[in-house]
């Protein structure tokens, strides 16, 4: 999958640096004209919005498809973290490898969470061998899915 720059009146270097720069830093519009700007381009902060809309789901879908295979034996767990002031469930699962394979915040610690989590790292990573998990009621849900993936069947 190939970015298409077509239209666009600046050189592509510049709109990927951006790009990124905005992405990777979470710096605001209006500094990320600022920084711009110090390396020679003067770029308005509503065009780099529209940058940063247009370009970041595709970089990240190449991203995505250029992701080294993960191991394939998983382990999965949750804890319970304080999130800009607010406490927060943080799922997660990890290859044998110690890589992190996906990870989701949640508010609630229930079937429908763990299941929604496994999903998704399951989407994303592709379907486990083996899965460990810790005794919590909730991850339970984790290979009850697993099981409905290999059938087809989620």
Do not use: C
Request: hydrophobic fraction near 40%; aromatic fraction near 12%.
């Amino acid at each position: 999958m190939s970015i298409d720059f077509k239209g666009s009146h600046y050189p592509k270097d510049v709109i990927l640096y951006a790009v990124f720069f905005y992405v990777h830093y979470g710096v605001s519009y209006r500094d990320l004209e600022e920084i711009i700007a110090e390396r020679g381009v003067e770029v308005d902060h509503a065009t780099l919005n529209r940058w940063v809309v247009k370009f970041s789901p595709t970089i990240a879908a190449n991203a995505q498809l250029k992701k080294k295979p993960t191991a394939m034996s998983w382990r999965m767990d949750e804890t319970y973290i304080k999130v800009r002031g607010k406490w927060a469930y943080l799922y997660r699962a990890v290859d044998r490898d110690g890589q992190t394979l996906d990870f989701m915040l949640s508010e609630r610690r229930d079937t429908a969470a763990a299941r929604r989590f496994f999903k998704r790292a399951v989407g994303t990573n592709g379907v486990p061998d083996r899965v460990a998990i810790d005794k919590s009621g909730a991850n339970l849900a984790g290979p009850k899915l697993h099981i409905w993936a290999l059938e087809g069947t989620y």
